[in-house]
Structure formats: structure tokens, C-alpha cells
């Protein structure tokens, strides 16, 4: 088991090393750079300028100097400065992330503890009206985008109620709290709240079929019992797999709840931060964002491990 | 004896609300005015701006030499108002403008302002100075000042290679504060000092901007308001919605397009709304430097089959101006009398009739119903331009003119127009000081670094010099428009149209207005109170 740890941990390494190659180069394939964008902004080009400003941001050098010059900062705690604001890169980036983290924790929150339990009542009641309508709620989640979703919610909170859940960075009630983190997460979350109720459907069908959940239900085991204890144990790997893979595609739906809703998090950031073409507040940010998926995938893996006593990781 | 009662009860409660509306009509101190801003600026330096993100919330953090009066919508020489200068004077041969400098005037950090100040702005401006803007996009506007120079500390002289009296039209935009030498232009992008109303708190890219009361400011008693609150909302639909909640005081200045403006006044029917032309001005590049535009016949036939009111009837309802370069009156003080545009081709009254007429041109040069010409019409991501490129398609199709649309991103846009990488564009110029000075020497004189298409017409040059050298303002109105004239029937840069937007507020703010012919030069807001 340590030996398998060690392992994953030197191809997590590995899999960084790579990803931080293709962020930086990709990045520099889009067209244009901050010097672009701001003379864009400014109608006009005065060509000397341009080369003073581009000498000043030091994108002037080679990409692989660039690269070097962003990596061996990276390891020394360095992220260096915003283009923009001529801030410490740091400085930007961490008072966003736990406002983004709270959002993300309470959507995949919200997705589990809605998608897991109807989901397996969409299964243990399957061809009722009970399920034709958790599967209607379901194929709803997973089509309405979330940008319409979120404007819906917008819109109407004010018609109804004069009021609308807008970030507010020092809540007075917990009315204000609520409508701050959990609308959002609840509008972020409705969608893979629908994936997890559809994949924990089929899971649940397919070991409610099994042999030994007719024997325990031969034994005289409960409905509680079987539907619980038996079937959903097994059947909640892929679920959690899917809950592993949804917190990575979460940033999309994040970014556009976070522009909906103007909470100034991540991810909302990070746009701003690509349309500036500042480059190492986004490397950097695409960096964490990559090491938080890469520890999702590995904590999903040894999270199977515990809820399934087959699964054990030799060398 | 009931009626004497009654009379005197009348009395009594018009007398009431008489006093009451005095009440509510003087000036109150404090409250913070909330607004939300539509994108987050890239940086708090307003000398290195080249939009009014940066304008509208930093210029209260400032002071001008001279400044528009706030509270007349329409900037002209008749409103230019005394700030840091207490007054100004012309030489004889006007080619030297004195200012003498207000005293004892504090920049925010306490240290005292004087003429050294003036000239440090200014060599930063000219690019005479040691420290370097990051970028200097008015440079322009200062070529024919020689230097400037103090004479001790609270005079300062602006010595001219020429006469321009439109020099001080410049000096009152908004886009002219004046910097403390004391402070770099890095750190003015962070956290600015200013001698203004209002003193810097904090910028957070993205998120807010907050200025907090001065109380130190020269102009005792001002500002009325204990601080300004900006919430970056670039969503335009969350943005309205929370103006609509209360949670916002305002909108962003002229944010709202006059479609929008509806839904507004029906879910605040409380709130006050104005629209204003913006002067930027919807236009077309050509690129006349390879065929097929370099066919002039083409080109005019391009002009004469614009219906430039189903433009204004399509996107504004109506509401926006029809004119040449300079804004069109009553709002424009130096745009064409109707009459006059009336006679540049393609702006006839009788749309069919042009049309006809553009397509003897077109088939002049090789095309008609059989032979289509396919164009690509490029312009910027963005809906104010995409809209109206798409209408164009539509419209020179009647010309047998089929057009393909380009959308391109913002940072490839100059780029790919720079190094003529396209036939036609639709384009938007904004001006921040309605003057022939600023308009015709930034966007059609020779080499211009904003004159994209590279027009250039040495007789207009010559032109150009002779208007901005005049004294008389009447004199120099029909050297304006004569020039205006012959820029729109050469094809420089096809006017479309000049766009209006709105901008309200709830009912209890007091003392705001929007300029009728600019969208840089009215955020003071030191006189601005809340009724509540």
C-alpha cells in the first residue's frame, strides 16, 4: 500500500510537470498579450511603446525562459505579479479561493445529498410516476444551462420578493448568508445533482438484480435493509466516481454562476484573467485548479478502496 | 366661519409643504452613493485610460486646471469652469495660456499642490519626463504645446508652436486631471492621489471600488456625499436587476440601451432615466489600399446604400443621431446643420434614389445582378458592433454587394486592422471632447496612430490647421463643417450613425447630470446629496 502510495504521488508529480507545460505554451498560443489587449482598449498602437512595455512584463524573452522564469519561481513560493493590477499574483488568488471552495463544497454538497437519495428511490421504484418524475427532474438538471438557470433565479427573486441573492461579503442575517453561497450552489449543483440521481439509478437497478440481494431479501432482510445496506454500498462506487469527475467539470458551471450571481471567486477571476491574457495570474490559477483535480481523482480512488473491502492497492 | 377655518387650514398645509420642499431641495451631507460599475478598469491611473471605466470612478479623486460645469449637459467653450486654475489668460498673438493656480490646495497625502505639479503633468503627457506612462493614449493632444512652464509656484504658462484655442477644451476633459509629482505613474495605477473631492480606499480588480469623503478638499463644505461605492457587475442583466432590487443607487453612466431602458422604468417606474447621446459614433473602415475598395466608385457606392435611419429605428428605437464625424446638433456643438448633411451623398432623404444611383456605380465597376461582389465585413466580438454589421450585410445586398460577417477578438482587432488584413470594418470612435481638434487630427490626419484606415488628404491636412487656428467660434463652425463635408463624401471613414444610451437613478439622488455630448467629462460628483 505505501509503495503504491509513493507511486501515485511521483506520477502525480509527473502528470503536474505536464500539465504546467501545456498550460503555459497553450496560453501563449492564443493570440494577442496584455501589451495587445491594452492598446486594443486604448483604439491605438504606438509601436515603441509597445516593445518598452512588453521589455517591462519581461514577455519580451523567449517561452522557454518565460517557462523557466514562472516554474523555478513556482517552486520557490513565487507566483510573481498580476499584469494587471500589479499586485502579487498570491495576494490576487488566495483571498478568491475559499469563496470559490465554500461555493464548490456546498454545490457537490447539495448534488450528493439530492442525487444519491433519489435516485435510489427513482430505482427501487422503477416504472412508478414516482420515478417518471424524479427522471423528468433529472433530464430537466442536465438541460437547462446555468447561466438560464441562474437569471431565472434572479429574476424571479425580484419579481416575487423585491430582493435578489447577490454576493454580499459580510452577511447581516442569515437570510443575506444563505442567498450569498447556497442559491449559487444550489443552481450549480442542480446539474450534477441530475448526473449523480441518473448514475445512481442504473448503479442501484443493476445491483438490485444481483444474486445476493435475492437471497437477502430470501433471508427476510427488510426493504430498508436490502435497498440500503446491501445494494447502495455497492452500488455507490461509480457514483462516487462520477462525483470525482463532476467536481472537475464544476469550474464551468462555476464561472458563469460566479458571473451571474457577481461573486468575485476563482472562477469568475480566471475569465477576467484569460481576457487580459494575464498570464500568471491564469497559469497559476489553471495550476491549482489542476492540482485540486488530480488529489479529487486520487482521494476518489482511495475513497473505493473503503467502500469496497475487494478493492486493495498492492504494489 | 367654517369657510375661515377651511382657509386657513389650505394655508397652513401649503405653507407646510411649501417648507418641506425647501427642506428637500437644500443639499444634505452624507450616505454613500451606490453604484455598480459594468467592468472592472485596468488599472486606477486616468492619464493612462483609454475608456470611461476608469473616468467615471476615479475622476472624483482629482482636480482639472479648468473643468466643464457639472451641471450643463452640453460641454462648450461657454461652460468651462475655473478648478486648480483660479483663472486664465491669452497672449496677444494667443499663443500663450497663463493660468494663475489656486492656494493652498492639499493632495491627498497632505502635501501641498503647486505649479511643479502642472508641469510634471504635462511632461508626462508630452513625453518629456524622466518617469514614462505605461501607456499615453492623448499624447496627441499635446503637439503643439512647446512646453510648459512655471512662473513660481501658482502660475504655470502652456507656450504654443501656434494658436489653439481648443487647448483648453482638452484641459477640461475628464481625461486631464492633475498628478502630484510626488507619486509615480506606478503608483498612481494602484492607489491614486488627487487633490479631488473624494480620496482613494481600494480597488479590488473584479470586485469594487471605494472612495471615501476628503475631508481636507479645497472647496469647503464639498462633497455633500461621506463616500462612492462601485460594484463591479459585468453581467448587464444582474446588474439592471439589482439597480431594479434598490440595491444600487445608479446605474453605471449611459449603460443602458434604449430598448432595456423600457424594462427599467417598468419594474422602477420610480426611477429617473435620461438619454444621451454618448458621442461615439458608429462608422466603417474601409480599406482602400487593395481592391476592391480602392475603386472610389465602389466606395461611394458602398456610402450611398446605407439607410442610416433603419439603423436608428432597429437598434435605438429611433433614438440615436444621424450626422457626420462631429455629433450632430442640437446636442453636438460642431456637427452639420441638416441641411448641410443633407447634401453629402447618400445622406438624401430618398433612400430608394441613392440606392439606384450606387448601383450604376457598381455596375460601373464590373458588378450586377449576375456578378455579385463577396466581401467579409470584420469587426470586434462584441454586440455593439455585431448588430449593427449585420444590418449592413443586409443592406448592400441591395447593391449586389454580398457580405460575410468576421467577428475577431478584441487583441486581434488593431493588429489585423494595422497590417490591412481586411476589406471593410465596422468600427465605433468615441470622442472625449466634442472638438473638431481632438476628432480630426486623432482619426483622419496623416500617420495618425488612430487613423486606421491611412486616409490621407494633405489639402484637408492644410484645413485642419486653418479651423483649429481660428479664434471665432462661428468662423470656425463653417470651416468644420465644410471639412466634415468633404471627409464624408472622400469615403474616409463612413458614418453610420451616433448612438444615445440611458442612465438612471432612484429618485432621492440629487444632483446628477449627464453630458449631452461627451461620456467622459461629468463624474465629479462632489455636489451630488441623497434626499434620504
Known amino acids: 500500500m505505501f509503495a503504491y502510495l509513493v507511486r501515485r504521488l511521483f506520477l502525480m508529480l509527473v502528470t503536474l510537470f505536464g500539465i504546467s507545460i501545456v498550460i503555459f505554451f497553450l496560453l501563449r498560443i492564443v493570440p494577442g498579450n496584455i501589451v495587445d489587449i491594452l492598446f486594443a482598449a486604448a483604439g491605438y498602437v504606438d509601436p515603441a511603446d509597445k516593445v518598452d512595455l512588453e521589455k517591462q512584463l519581461g514577455i519580451d524573452q523567449p517561452l522557454v525562459v518565460q517557462y523557466l522564469h514562472w516554474i523555478g519561481g513556482l517552486l520557490h513560493g513565487d507566483l510573481g505579479y498580476s499584469y494587471v493590477s500589479e499586485k502579487p499574483a498570491l495576494q490576487e488568488i488566495l483571498p478568491r479561493i475559499p469563496i470559490t471552495a465554500r461555493l464548490a463544497g456546498l454545490a457537490l454538497l447539495f448534488s450528493a445529498s439530492i442525487g444519491i437519495p433519489l435516485g435510489v428511490i427513482s430505482a427501487v421504484k422503477q416504472g412508478s410516476r414516482i420515478d417518471y418524475a424524479l427522471r423528468v427532474m433529472s433530464l430537466s438538471g442536465l438541460s437547462l444551462p446555468s447561466f438560464w438557470l441562474g437569471l431565472l433565479v434572479l429574476t424571479a427573486s425580484v419579481a416575487m420578493f423585491g430582493q435578489m441573492p447577490i454576493f454580499n461579503p459580510n452577511p447581516q442575517s442569515f437570510g443575506e448568508a444563505f442567498a450569498t453561497y447556497c442559491i449559487p450552489a444550489m443552481v450549480v449543483g442542480f446539474r450534477s445533482s441530475a448526473l449523480t440521481m441518473r448514475i445512481t439509478r442504473s448503479s442501484m437497478l443493476e445491483v438490485l438484480r444481483q444474486d445476493y440481494i435475492r437471497?437477502?431479501?430470501?433471508?427476510?432482510?427488510?426493504?430498508?435493509?436490502?435497498?440500503?445496506?446491501?445494494?447502495?454500498?455497492?452500488?455507490?462506487?461509480?457514483?462516487?466516481?462520477?462525483?470525482?469527475?463532476?467536481?472537475?467539470?464544476?469550474?464551468?458551471?462555476?464561472?458563469?454562476?460566479?458571473?451571474?450571481?457577481?461573486?468575485?471567486?476563482?472562477?469568475?477571476?480566471?475569465?477576467?484573467?484569460?481576457?487580459?491574457?494575464?498570464?500568471?495570474?491564469?497559469?497559476?490559477?489553471?495550476?491549482?485548479?489542476?492540482?485540486?483535480?488530480?488529489?479529487?481523482?486520487?482521494?476518489?480512488?482511495?475513497?473505493?478502496?473503503?467502500?469496497?473491502?475487494?478493492?486493495?492497492?498492492?504494489? | 366661519m367654517r369657510s375661515v377655518w377651511a382657509l386657513a387650514a389650505a394655508a397652513a398645509l401649503s405653507l407646510l409643504a411649501f417648507s418641506t420642499n425647501t427642506i428637500a431641495g437644500e443639499p444634505k451631507q452624507g450616505g454613500i452613493l451606490r453604484m455598480y460599475h459594468r467592468d472592472s478598469p485596468a488599472n486606477a491611473s486616468i492619464l493612462e485610460g483609454a475608456t470611461y471605466s476608469v473616468n467615471v470612478p476615479f475622476m472624483g479623486v482629482f482636480n482639472n486646471l479648468v473643468i466643464y460645469d457639472q451641471h450643463i449637459a452640453q460641454n462648450s467653450p461657454d461652460t468651462l469652469r475655473p478648478e486648480l486654475a483660479e483663472s486664465w489668460s491669452w497672449s496677444g498673438d494667443n499663443k500663450k495660456l497663463t493660468?494663475?493656480?489656486?492656494?493652498?490646495?492639499?493632495?491627498?497625502?497632505?502635501?501641498?499642490?503647486?505649479?511643479?505639479?502642472?508641469?510634471?503633468?504635462?511632461?508626462?503627457?508630452?513625453?518629456?519626463?524622466?518617469?514614462?506612462?505605461?501607456?499615453?493614449?492623448?499624447?496627441?493632444?499635446?503637439?503643439?504645446?512647446?512646453?510648459?512652464?512655471?512662473?513660481?509656484?501658482?502660475?504655470?504658462?502652456?507656450?504654443?508652436?501656434?494658436?489653439?484655442?481648443?487647448?483648453?477644451?482638452?484641459?477640461?476633459?475628464?481625461?486631464?486631471?492633475?498628478?502630484?509629482?510626488?507619486?509615480?505613474?506606478?503608483?498612481?495605477?494602484?492607489?491614486?492621489?488627487?487633490?479631488?473631492?473624494?480620496?482613494?480606499?481600494?480597488?479590488?480588480?473584479?470586485?469594487?471600488?471605494?472612495?471615501?469623503?476628503?475631508?481636507?478638499?479645497?472647496?469647503?463644505?464639498?462633497?455633500?456625499?461621506?463616500?462612492?461605492?462601485?460594484?463591479?457587475?459585468?453581467?448587464?442583466?444582474?446588474?439592471?436587476?439589482?439597480?431594479?432590487?434598490?440595491?444600487?443607487?445608479?446605474?453605471?453612466?449611459?449603460?443602458?440601451?434604449?430598448?432595456?431602458?423600457?424594462?427599467?422604468?417598468?419594474?422602477?417606474?420610480?426611477?429617473?432615466?435620461?438619454?444621451?447621446?454618448?458621442?461615439?459614433?458608429?462608422?466603417?473602415?474601409?480599406?482602400?489600399?487593395?481592391?476592391?475598395?480602392?475603386?472610389?466608385?465602389?466606395?461611394?457606392?458602398?456610402?450611398?446604400?446605407?439607410?442610416?435611419?433603419?439603423?436608428?429605428?432597429?437598434?435605438?428605437?429611433?433614438?440615436?443621431?444621424?450626422?457626420?464625424?462631429?455629433?450632430?446638433?442640437?446636442?453636438?456643438?460642431?456637427?452639420?446643420?441638416?441641411?448641410?448633411?443633407?447634401?453629402?451623398?447618400?445622406?438624401?432623404?430618398?433612400?430608394?434614389?441613392?440606392?439606384?444611383?450606387?448601383?450604376?456605380?457598381?455596375?460601373?465597376?464590373?458588378?450586377?445582378?449576375?456578378?455579385?461582389?463577396?466581401?467579409?465585413?470584420?469587426?470586434?466580438?462584441?454586440?455593439?458592433?455585431?448588430?449593427?454589421?449585420?444590418?449592413?450585410?443586409?443592406?448592400?445586398?441591395?447593391?449586389?454587394?454580398?457580405?460575410?460577417?468576421?467577428?475577431?477578438?478584441?487583441?486581434?482587432?488593431?493588429?489585423?486592422?494595422?497590417?490591412?488584413?481586411?476589406?471593410?470594418?465596422?468600427?465605433?470612435?468615441?470622442?472625449?471632447?466634442?472638438?473638431?481638434?481632438?476628432?480630426?487630427?486623432?482619426?483622419?490626419?496623416?500617420?495618425?496612430?488612430?487613423?486606421?484606415?491611412?486616409?490621407?488628404?494633405?489639402?484637408?491636412?492644410?484645413?485642419?490647421?486653418?479651423?483649429?487656428?481660428?479664434?471665432?467660434?462661428?468662423?470656425?463652425?463653417?470651416?468644420?463643417?465644410?471639412?466634415?463635408?468633404?471627409?464624408?463624401?472622400?469615403v474616409a471613414r463612413p458614418i453610420i450613425f451616433h448612438a444615445r444610451a440611458g442612465t438612471c437613478w432612484q429618485p432621492y439622488v440629487k444632483g446628477i447630470t449627464i453630458m449631452s455630448n461627451s461620456s467622459y467629462n461629468g463624474f465629479r460628483y462632489e455636489d451630488v446629496w441623497l434626499d434620504k
Open chain 2, 99 to 490: 493660468f494663475k493656480l489656486r492656494q493652498g490646495v492639499k493632495w491627498h497625502d497632505g502635501k501641498p499642490f503647486t505649479s511643479a505639479d502642472v508641469k510634471c503633468t504635462f511632461d508626462l503627457l508630452m513625453g518629456k519626463s524622466q518617469q514614462k506612462l505605461r501607456q499615453n493614449p492623448r499624447k496627441a493632444w499635446y503637439s503643439e504645446v512647446d512646453d510648459v512652464t512655471p512662473n513660481g509656484d501658482f502660475e504655470i504658462s502652456f507656450n504654443l508652436k501656434r494658436p489653439q484655442p481648443s487647448l483648453l477644451a482638452m484641459l477640461a476633459s475628464g481625461y486631464t486631471p492633475i498628478y502630484p509629482c510626488h507619486v509615480s505613474p506606478a503608483d498612481m495605477r494602484t492607489h491614486p492621489i488627487g487633490t479631488g473631492p473624494y480620496k482613494f480606499v481600494e480597488f479590488k480588480a473584479n470586485e469594487s471600488i471605494k472612495l471615501t469623503r476628503n475631508p481636507d478638499y479645497w472647496k469647503k463644505g464639498l462633497p455633500y456625499l461621506d463616500g462612492i461605492e462601485y460594484t463591479i457587475i459585468p453581467n448587464r442583466s444582474t446588474a439592471i436587476l439589482a439597480f431594479v432590487a434598490g440595491k444600487f443607487d445608479m446605474t453605471f453612466p449611459t449603460h443602458i440601451t434604449i430598448p432595456l431602458l423600457k424594462d427599467i422604468k417598468s419594474q422602477a417606474p420610480n426611477a429617473v432615466c435620461v438619454v444621451e447621446p454618448t458621442n461615439v459614433s458608429t462608422n466603417i473602415i474601409v480599406n482602400s489600399s487593395s481592391p476592391p475598395f480602392d475603386n472610389i466608385d465602389i466606395r461611394r457606392a458602398m456610402s450611398l446604400a446605407l439607410d442610416r435611419k433603419a439603423f436608428v429605428d432597429i437598434l435605438f428605437e429611433g433614438q440615436a443621431d444621424i450626422g457626420g464625424t462631429m455629433l450632430p446638433p442640437p446636442q453636438g456643438i460642431w456637427g452639420m446643420p441638416k441641411d448641410k448633411l443633407q447634401t453629402i451623398p447618400g445622406y438624401g432623404p430618398d433612400v430608394n434614389a441613392n440606392r439606384e444611383e450606387a448601383k450604376k456605380l457598381m455596375q460601373k465597376a464590373g458588378y450586377g445582378p449576375d456578378k455579385h461582389l463577396a466581401v467579409k465585413i470584420s469587426t470586434r466580438n462584441l454586440a455593439e458592433y455585431r448588430d449593427p454589421a449585420v444590418i449592413l450585410i443586409d443592406q448592400l445586398k441591395s447593391i449586389y454587394i454580398d457580405g460575410e460577417l468576421d467577428v475577431v477578438e478584441t487583441a486581434n482587432w488593431f493588429p489585423k486592422v494595422a497590417r490591412k488584413d481586411y476589406m471593410l470594418g465596422l468600427n465605433l470612435t468615441g470622442n472625449s471632447v466634442d472638438d473638431p481638434d481632438q476628432s480630426f487630427y486623432e482619426n483622419y490626419s496623416c500617420g495618425s496612430e488612430r487613423n486606421y484606415t491611412n486616409y490621407c488628404n494633405k489639402e484637408i491636412e492644410k484645413l485642419f490647421d486653418v479651423q483649429s487656428q481660428e479664434i471665432d467660434t462661428n468662423k470656425r463652425k463653417q470651416l468644420v463643417w465644410d471639412i466634415d463635408k468633404k471627409l464624408q463624401e472622400d
Open chain 1, 215 to 315: 437471497t437477502a431479501r430470501a433471508k427476510g432482510a427488510s426493504d430498508a435493509a436490502v435497498n440500503y445496506h446491501h445494494a447502495l454500498k455497492n452500488a455507490i462506487l461509480p457514483v462516487i466516481t462520477v462525483i470525482g469527475i463532476e467536481a472537475a467539470f464544476l469550474i464551468g458551471g462555476l464561472i458563469v454562476t460566479e458571473t451571474v450571481f457577481n461573486i468575485p471567486g476563482v472562477a469568475r477571476f480566471l475569465v477576467e484573467a484569460i481576457r487580459w491574457r494575464d498570464y500568471p495570474i491564469v497559469q497559476n490559477l489553471v495550476m491549482f485548479i489542476a492540482v485540486v483535480v488530480v488529489f479529487a481523482n486520487f482521494i476518489v480512488d482511495m475513497l473505493y478502496a473503503v467502500f469496497d473491502p475487494r478493492i486493495r492497492y498492492t504494489d
